[in-house]
């Protein structure tokens, strides 16, 4: 018996992360308005009637993708493991820009934008969380005199999102190993 609800166990948390995984793909290849609960079925090779049992709802499905993909993001901002050495932040970022995945934030971020739209609350706590992630990052004594540590961390936020936007828009136009380069140069010496 035990072993069955085990099984059971395991399998419903494999669906729930092929319905995830499936929805995260077509959220930012089609946006989370033209994506139909029949596309994240389909995709993910499961009934479509798992997803209100696992989720309740396309919004809960949605907060599922946001944490799921904010927590990858913010996997970057813990601090390394005792006797190693902490990864850069900014080759993370960049490295993070790079990721067929992190093409969901650019897709959801334009759906955010309307007013009304039932996006733009989770965007707003997905721009919470990046920032508070930045703001951990950036050490005491950093900043010039003068410069506000949350309009510092707002900037590098909205710096990120946009090199984002700009690259995904027209990749061709947009070098983001010069954009990398020069974001180190002009960030303060530590």
Request: neutral net charge; proline residues 6%; without cysteine.
């Amino acid at each position: 018996m035990v072993g069955m609800a085990t099984r059971r166990i395991e399998q419903t948390q494999e669906s729930r992360r092929l319905l995830v995984d499936a929805a995260a793909e077509l959220f930012a290849e089609k946006g989370y308005r033209q994506t139909s609960f029949v596309d994240i079925a389909d995709r993910a090779g499961i009934s479509r009637g798992s997803i209100p049992w696992h989720f309740g709802n396309k919004l809960g499905l949605l907060d599922a993708v946001v944490d799921d993909q904010l927590q990858a993001v913010l996997a970057g901002f813990a601090p390394p493991a005792p006797g190693q050495r902490a990864a850069d932040p900014l080759d993370q970022v960049m490295d993070f820009i790079r990721r067929p995945a992190a093409r969901l934030f650019i897709t959801l971020l334009a759906e955010a934008v309307e007013v009304g739209s039932p996006v733009r609350e989770h965007y707003a706590r997905l721009h919470t969380a990046l920032r508070q992630g930045v703001r951990t990052r950036i050490p005491a004594g950093a900043l010039p005199a003068g410069a506000d540590l949350e309009a510092v961390t707002v900037l590098l936020v909205g710096a990120v999102i946009g090199v984002h936007a700009q690259w995904r828009v027209a990749p061709e136009s947009v070098d983001l190993d010069a954009v990398h380069t020069a974001i180190r140069a002009l960030l303060p010496k530590t």
